[in-house]
């Protein structure tokens, strides 16, 4: 079975630092990767989805992530956070195959604040 | 075009009462998610509709839970009798294909007390 490790539960950075969050899974062959984000009050938003091809893809709100078959890795990035990038950050995979490719498994969660 | 709708947004119910959950998908997508995020822990997966037909339930936690999608649109999961473990955020989510990924509905916040 697959599974999903977000090492920090929260971390803290001043607005227009850069940001890098970690995600590391288990998975016997290459997964489908997301990541998603869920601000206060809303649903979970999707950022950016790994498939195949170019291991650097690209997301919305300046958001990019790198996957790195070698270590297992999924690391989201974003090269200046903004106050309004406050929310709590999920790392996901998905299993290639069959018909239930919504059925993820997710991390823990990190929660970002962002200070002025 | 309306996204994933959910309620109620917050449900409080005493042990051993009956709770019932909505989801109402995006018209159109035929895949509909239920997952829990119980407080402290991973949003878990539950059950996998296509259609009123049930996909996947390998996720539900025992017979106290009851998902429904009857004609293809709205989803019901009940839970009959609530215990205190079952509270927790339910998350609903819908799908057209594997390549747009799923939507997700704001949750509903489930509190047995």
């Known amino acids: 079975a697959q599974s999903v490790t977000q090492p920090d539960i929260h971390i803290t950075v001043s607005e227009g630092a850069s940001l890098e969050l970690r995600c590391n899974y288990s998975?016997?062959?290459?997964?489908?990767l997301f990541w998603y984000v869920q601000s206060p009050g809303q649903g979970l938003q999707l950022l950016l989805k790994?498939?195949?091809?170019?291991?650097l893809v690209q997301g919305i709100k300046g958001f990019e992530a790198e996957f790195k078959r070698s270590q297992s890795s999924f690391n989201l990035r974003k090269p200046s956070v903004h106050w309004s990038d406050a929310a709590e950050y999920f790392c996901?995979?998905?299993?290639?195959?069959?018909?239930?490719?919504?059925?993820?498994?997710f991390g823990q969660g990190t929660i970002l604040t962002v200070h002025p | 075009e309306a996204g994933v709708t959910q309620f109620p947004s917050h449900s409080v119910i005493e042990k051993g009462q009956t709770v019932t959950l909505r989801c109402d998908p995006i018209?159109?997508?035929?895949?509909l998610y239920w997952y829990r995020r119980v407080m402290g822990k991973e949003i878990k997966f539950l059950l996998h509709?296509?259609?009123?037909?049930?996909?996947?339930e390998s996720g539900m936690p025992n017979n106290r839970f009851l998902a429904e999608r009857t004609g293809g649109t709205y989803s019901t999961l009940k839970v009959q009798p609530a215990e205190l473990e079952d509270s927790g955020v339910y998350f609903c989510?819908?799908?057209?294909?594997?390549?747009?990924?799923?939507?997700f509905g704001s949750g509903t916040q489930l509190s047995v007390l």
């Open positions: 998975y016997g062959a290459t997964p489908y």
């Open positions: 018209s159109g997508h035929d895949n």
């Open positions: 996901a995979v998905g299993v290639r195959g069959g018909t239930s490719y919504g059925k993820l498994t």
């Open positions: 509709f296509v259609k009123e037909s049930k996909q996947d």
């Open positions: 790994y498939f195949s091809g170019d291991t």
């Open positions: 989510a819908s799908s057209l294909d594997r390549a747009l990924g799923l939507f």
